[in-house]
């Protein structure tokens, strides 16, 4: 069962937990979501803001979820569950019912949806969105070693407006 927590009691590594053990990026709520394994993000303070970074590429699924959303779900495992979070990574909801088929069990709460299997989740509150451009990159080498394919990500900055972990 998840409690939610103040987030000031946290000393995870997130370095680990992002890098290293995956997290899921969900966007719905009961009658339709979508979620997507991320492995690239961050924590940090923005704007006087406790907040999380979070790229999703143009050619996902999930990004039309968190288009049409105000807030948006990183639920973290770990590394308990990296057989379903590669399964979510390389299979589009357009085409496959992840949860389904993961059987990961969703807990929907008025608009976002995370998943009961979750050791941590971090409710966010869309604050910010832009492209990634490669006009941006100073080290070029990054476009080509990235976005040779010109899959680019959107960056979304979210406000952590609440946190859950597992009691």
């Given at each position: 069962m998840l409690e939610k927590i103040d987030i000031s009691t946290l000393n995870d590594n997130f370095f680990t937990r992002i890098g290293r053990e995956?997290?899921?990026?969900?966007?719905?709520?009961?009658?339709?979501?979508?979620?997507?394994?991320a492995s690239w993000g961050?924590?940090?303070?923005?704007?006087?803001?406790?907040?999380?970074?979070?790229?999703?590429?143009?050619?996902?699924?999930?990004?039309?979820?968190?288009?049409?959303?105000d807030y948006y779900t990183l639920s973290f495992f770990g590394g308990n569950m990296m057989k379903e979070?590669?399964?979510?990574?390389?299979?589009?909801g357009r085409e496959v019912d992840?949860?389904?088929?993961?059987?990961?069990?969703p807990?929907?709460?008025?608009?976002?949806?995370?998943?009961?299997?979750?050791?941590?989740?971090f409710v966010c509150k869309k604050l910010f969105k832009?492209?990634?451009?490669?006009?941006?990159?100073?080290?070029?080498?990054?476009?080509d070693k990235f976005y040779a394919d010109n899959d680019l990500h959107e960056l979304y900055v979210g406000e952590i407006a609440e946190v859950l972990k597992k009691a």
């Amino acid at each position: 069962m998840l409690e939610k927590i103040d987030i000031s009691t946290l000393n995870d590594n997130f370095f680990t937990r992002i890098g290293r053990e995956w997290m899921l990026v969900t966007a719905g709520n009961a009658t339709k979501c979508n979620t997507m394994t991320a492995s690239w993000g961050g924590i940090g303070v923005l704007w006087n803001k406790n907040v999380a970074f979070s790229f999703i590429r143009d050619s996902r699924y999930t990004l039309e979820f968190m288009d049409n959303s105000d807030y948006y779900t990183l639920s973290f495992f770990g590394g308990n569950m990296m057989k379903e979070l590669t399964f979510c990574g390389k299979n589009s909801g357009r085409e496959v019912d992840k949860i389904k088929e993961t059987g990961l069990i969703p807990v929907h709460d008025g608009n976002i949806t995370y998943f009961e299997q979750a050791e941590l989740v971090f409710v966010c509150k869309k604050l910010f969105k832009q492209p990634v451009s490669p006009d941006g990159f100073v080290d070029k080498t990054m476009t080509d070693k990235f976005y040779a394919d010109n899959d680019l990500h959107e960056l979304y900055v979210g406000e952590i407006a609440e946190v859950l972990k597992k009691a």
